[in-house]
């Protein structure tokens, strides 16, 4: 009697370890949680530190005791961060600037898809692969001619610089743009749009009518990524743009200011560490609601979109 | 209230009609003509289905042509950028970076012929060729690693595990926050490595052991560990999709044959994602490339084409700017090309 019940226990704590092929076991469970817990830390790292140090006050900064939990919430540091950054006014031009710019390439990313995807003319693979191509001539290599082209079109230091690239289909990153709505149009059916030519439809109406209305996945995807990256582009922006555009610039040029004033390794250079961190905090917050708001489409929608560019 | 109502409805309706009349009588007619004229002229005339152009060009009109007219008017918008902010910038900086050229208040660029002279001095440059040969170094070892690393967190998430939105809110958040100056900001406050490998004895050992060649590279790994572990990002989502693409039926049958999932990994699951390596390669290159850091080529390409007066030696104007952004492009594409190269090699022995 006993021996069966030891020989089933063993079989059924084998069966509860190992599953049935393995990778429904208990073990297999245990290696993927270490394995995904592990790596998260790698990326909620420096998050945390941000979040944490931005409320330390500079005792706590100095003190080498104290590393996660600061001993009393420092909300001045983002009070004066606020200040600084002159916030409720420079989130609202920021966040106007960035909402241009990033329509702006997305109509025209759009717009330029839709008749890569949908038309056959000559020259149409020599035009890919050169659309293509300018993903990997980035407008960093150009910047020295582009800056004297702006200055000769009077596009310097104004933010058309930035918008009208951006409407011709040259905005940062725009060939992921095209190719994400090129894969799209791509996948609707062409009988669709022959029977609207048929029914008497014009291209622009078939265009506007038609393929919008199916693409507003692509649509929200690409203006997702646009306005994340236009938000964090700092070198082109303070490049051609200049000034203080944008919340990331205003905080570089706070930096830069503050480090003037004391030199790292001099005395005081700790007092702005933290409010530097809050003020970090602040210009990724709407990023960040952004993207906790708008979580599914950036994940699910991509392989519908086709990001791989295969 | 009634009359009111009716009152009012009558005077609406007679000024619509008025204006009805006046779009469908005056203002319709004249675009008409306007129409008409535009392709009935001496220029351009539109007979039956033939366009004439001058009166003897003679083009049919087929489907065809159609359809590649209007190709082109979708993609029109984008040929004249490419022309303006792409190509003549390409041709121009390429010409600037063999001459010696300031900016004049008066003249506006003046330029004079060097030939390669603006080539030549960068190799020549104590600052700047030793930040080339770190480039790629550091490129050299990075991509690989975080190709690995990106395949790794895309099988991870693609098993079937609780709480998967969490998990993939969190490897995600790269693509918000690494192109940012936030980035920047955490490598000035030395977050960007993992306490436990920046104490490790594992760098000293490096340090000493090794000649500075290989040795500096493999440091400057190891305490950025995070940032580049970062660039793993939009990667993570190129192999979620391929990944996502494979067939359940495969793994079944596998696993009915008897294929451990060890196998099953090496068998099915990295043959099938291989041709998205090249992409995520070009994609890591290229935005590990265009990160600026304080002091980096970037950011010394930038000082020479801003800062400074045309007598100061620090200042190499913008032939010399252009010269630099070219080489670090070829540079970039070196390391894209050796790294394709590698991949398309393995899959022909196969």
């Known amino acids: ?310 | 209230m009634k009359k009111l109502t009716l009152s009012v409805g009558k005077f609406f309706t007679t000024i619509w009609n008025k204006i009805s009349s006046f779009y469908v009588y005056k203002v319709s007619v004249v675009f008409e003509k306007i129409g008409h004229a535009l392709v009935h002229n001496f220029i351009i005339r539109i007979v039956g289905l033939k366009l004439i152009i001058f009166g003897f060009i003679k083009i049919d009109i087929t489907r065809k042509r159609r359809e590649a007219f209007y190709g082109y008017m979708f993609i029109l918008l984008w040929i004249l950028g490419y022309l303006v902010f792409t190509l003549y910038p390409t041709f121009y900086s390429l010409y600037l970076s063999m001459h010696e050229a300031y900016y004049n208040l008066e003249d506006g660029i003046v330029t004079t012929y060097v030939g390669f002279q603006n080539y030549l001095n960068i190799f020549r440059s104590q600052t700047l060729l030793p930040l080339f040969g770190s480039y790629l170094g550091k490129m050299v070892i990075a991509v690989p690693l975080v190709v690995v690393f990106s395949i790794m967190i895309a099988v991870l998430i693609n098993n079937p595990i609780k709480l998967k939105g969490f998990w993939r809110t969190i490897f995600f958040l790269p693509v918000v926050i690494s192109t940012g100056p936030v980035i920047n900001e955490l490598a000035n406050q030395d977050a960007t490595s993992l306490p436990s490998l920046q104490d490790s004895s594992i760098l000293i050992y490096i340090s000493e052991n090794l000649g500075p060649w290989i040795a500096n590279p493999l440091e400057t790994l190891l305490t950025s560990m995070l940032l580049i572990l970062w660039y793993a990002g939009i990667p993570i989502l190129i192999f979620l999709a391929g990944l996502q693409k494979i067939d359940k039926s495969i793994y079944e049958a596998a696993a009915i044959d008897g294929a451990s999932p060890w196998d099953r990994f090496w068998k099915i699951t990295l043959p099938s994602i291989q041709p998205l390596v090249g992409v995520a390669i070009i994609y890591i290159v290229v935005s590990m490339s265009l990160f600026v850091e304080l002091g980096g080529i970037l950011d010394i390409a930038r000082t020479h084409m801003l800062v400074g007066a045309p007598d100061s030696t620090f200042w190499h104007g913008y032939g010399f700017a252009a010269a630099i952004a070219w080489i670090y492009f070829f540079l970039m594409v070196i390391v894209m090309s050796i790294f394709v190269g590698v991949i398309s090699i393995r899959r022909k022995e196969k």
């Open chain 1, 1 to 310: 009697m006993k021996k069966i019940d030891y020989k089933t226990f063993r079989n059924k704590a084998k069966r509860f370890m190992f599953g049935m092929n393995f990778v429904d076991g208990f073990i297999y469970k245990i290696v993927i949680y270490t394995l995904l817990i592990s790596f998260s830390y790698i990326y909620l790292y420096p998050v945390l530190f941000m979040l944490v140090n931005s409320f330390m006050s500079v005792d706590d900064l100095i003190n080498p005791g104290i590393k996660w939990i600061p001993s009393a919430l420092q909300f001045e540091n983002y009070t004066r961060a606020i200040q600084v950054l002159e916030l409720p006014k420079s989130i609202i031009t920021t966040t106007a600037y960035v909402l241009k710019v990033s329509l702006a390439v997305t109509i025209s990313s759009a717009i330029i898809g839709y008749g890569f995807a949908k038309f056959n003319f000559p020259l149409k693979k020599v035009l890919f692969g050169l659309m293509l191509a300018t993903f990997i001539l980035p407008t960093q290599v150009t910047m020295v001619a582009n800056m004297l082209v702006f200055r000769n079109l009077g596009l310097m230091s104004t933010q058309n610089a930035l918008v009208l690239p951006a409407i011709f289909g040259q905005g940062i990153n725009a060939a992921i743009y095209i190719l994400i709505f090129y894969q799209f149009f791509k996948t609707i059916p062409g009988v669709l749009m022959e029977s609207a030519e048929v029914d008497g439809a014009s291209h622009l109406k078939i265009f506007l009518k038609i393929a919008i209305p199916l693409a507003i996945p692509s649509i929200i995807i690409v203006f997702l990524f646009s306005f994340v990256w236009y938000w964090n582009e700092t070198f082109i922006t303070a490049l051609y743009v200049g000034g203080q555009v944008t919340l990331p610039l205003k905080l570089q040029a706070f930096r830069a200011s503050y480090s003037t004033l004391f030199p790292p390794g001099t005395p005081g250079s700790e007092l702005n560490e933290a409010i530097l961190l809050a003020g970090n905090m602040l210009a990724i917050l709407p990023l960040l609601v952004l993207y906790f708001i708008a979580q599914r489409y950036f994940v699910e929608s991509i392989d519908r979109t086709g990001i791989t560019g295969e």
